[in-house]
């Protein structure tokens, strides 16, 4: 269909081991004016949506700051309000969402190498939830799962105290039925800053998603297995809850800009044409050398620390865009998409210190005190299987399920390690589809792909999978004792049974 349209696009029928009768979700979707309405009906081909062109979002776009009502300067303590709201996502209309503090993303949470952060949560939401802390290290009763606290009950509160022990761009999201919450809106970011920090002109925290939604702006209905299989993609397109919105630019200066992808499942491949983009740092904190990069492939859960060099000329305007990528189920059909405007002002050019050539030093870890394989897949089992409230009583009903071989959540059995140890884990999936594979409490170096070294060395909590791709990962347990979870964060993939436990010992 035509790209101002809105109408999701077409893609070839899919199979799934065995070619199946699929359902189409009914899409209501935009035209270019917001102001038609088309449906698609009951037919044996899945669609996926096609993102709308919409034009640039003219406000302001920054995050929301939480306020540190703690004098101390090495301690952050903060209010955090989990409630129904609603926002605009397109221009006129108001989505429900869940959200914290009222905003989409949620407000930023800023703190030092070193500093206690205290988190006074309050759930005034209708269901259950946590608050996860995405790649940081933190105690084990305060990381948020469910295998070692109980989920918050509705107009429940909960303190979160923990030490940040690492600089780097982390984010915070629930991890109760998170396929739905964090859809809904709940996610925020955390930046923990170093003792040094790169001299740049300008800084800003990003975090992508995307929302299906209606001509009036309410969520779509979740669709048919064939949406399960692939995970939650949306029609519109967004960065820090704004659909397009503008970057303003001036010639010459270094854009630092921190990059969350809270999405349930799309990938972001990002590319500014006439740029280049140079990598400082990944999920756990810098990377040792600058690294410039034409484009940058960013999957759920995953962040990247980048440098725009804004080398076009003045009054110049263009888009940051995604561009189509393959992950299994036909998603790379899809045309490229504008996540964001750059627009340069018309002033003259400006000087811009230049990076560093060292950003810090990462030491090789060593060698492993054991290996271990994991096998993601799809099967087709008895919704039964599920977990988290997730599945059918119906034992007839045939669904697709995740496992890591060949289990499905919570019958993965349990990984039991001490504190201190390295282990290889050679990661891989069986099937045409990628996996974002993400483990908590811990941190890890990706050793190899399809068995070539990886040329940078950093310190991942999640990292894509491809299909029929294996991943070798040096595993540290240097972080706190207890049960911790590791899963795909697609997040419909991990609700449905690819996740597993790891239990560290002294």
């Not at 009951?42 to 949506?49: A, F, H, Q, V």
């Not at 790649?135 to 105290?161: C, E, I, K, Q, W």
């Amino acid at each position: 269909m035509n790209a101002q349209t809105g109408v999701p696009m077409k893609s070839k029928p899919t199979s799934f081991r065995s070619r199946f009768l699929l359902r189409v979700v009914c899409a209501t979707a935009l035209s270019a004016a917001l102001a038609t309405v088309t449906s698609c009906s009951m037919k044996d081909e899945y669609t996926l949506p096609q993102v709308l062109d919409v034009p640039p979002y003219t406000g302001a776009w920054d995050m929301q700051k939480l306020t540190d009502k703690n004098p101390d300067p090495s301690i952050v303590e903060v209010d955090i309000e989990a409630r129904v709201t609603e926002v605009a996502y397109l221009p006129g209309k108001k989505t429900p969402a869940w959200a914290y503090n009222g905003s989409v993303p949620g407000p930023l949470l800023e703190a030092k190498v070193g500093d206690k952060v205290v988190v006074h949560f309050k759930n005034s939401l209708p269901d259950p939830t946590t608050i996860h802390w995405h790649g940081v290290r933190v105690p084990n009763n305060m990381d948020g799962h469910t295998l070692m606290m109980n989920p918050v009950p509705a107009g429940g509160s909960f303190d979160y105290s923990f030490q940040v022990q690492d600089a780097g761009t982390f984010w915070y999201h629930p991890h109760v039925r998170s396929d739905s919450q964090v859809e809904k809106g709940l996610y925020g970011a955390l930046v923990v800053r170093a003792a040094s920090e790169p001299m740049l002109t300008s800084e800003r925290v990003v975090m992508l998603d995307d929302v299906y939604l209606d001509a009036n702006g309410m969520p779509m209905p979740v669709g048919d297995m064939m949406e399960l299989m692939i995970g939650r993609q949306g029609n519109l397109l967004l960065a820090n809850g704004k659909a397009r919105p503008i970057l303003n630019l001036r010639t010459g200066e270094r854009h630092r800009v921190r990059l969350i992808n809270a999405a349930n499942a799309r990938y972001f491949r990002l590319s500014l044409p006439g740029h280049k983009l140079t990598l400082l740092g990944t999920d756990g904190g810098f990377i040792e050398t600058p690294r410039e990069l034409d484009e940058l492939l960013l999957v759920p859960g995953e962040r990247a620390d980048v440098v725009i060099s804004a080398a076009a000329s003045p009054s110049t305007a263009l888009d940051v865009v995604t561009l189509p990528y393959e992950r299994g189920h036909d998603t790379g059909a899809l045309p490229q998409a504008n996540v964001l405007r750059v627009q340069y002002s018309a002033e003259a050019a400006v000087m811009s210190p230049m990076l560093p050539a060292t950003l810090t030093t990462i030491a090789t870890l060593p060698a492993p005190v054991r290996t271990r394989s994991f096998m993601l897949s799809e099967q087709m089992m008895p919704m039964t299987s599920g977990h988290n409230g997730h599945g059918s009583s119906s034992a007839s009903t045939m669904m697709p399920m995740f496992t890591i071989n060949g289990q499905v959540y919570p019958n993965v059995p349990i990984i039991s390690a001490k504190l201190g140890e390295v282990e290889q884990w050679e990661v891989m999936s069986d099937e045409a589809i990628d996996h974002p594979f993400h483990i908590h409490g811990f941190s890890f170096q990706v050793l190899s792909r399809e068995g070539v070294p990886e040329p940078i060395r950093a310190w991942k909590d999640t990292v894509n999978i491809k299909g029929k791709e294996t991943l070798k990962l040096a595993v540290r347990f240097d972080g706190f004792v207890g049960k911790w979870l590791y899963h795909c964060h697609i997040l419909e993939h991990a609700e449905n049974g690819m996740m597993g436990e790891l239990d560290i010992s002294p």
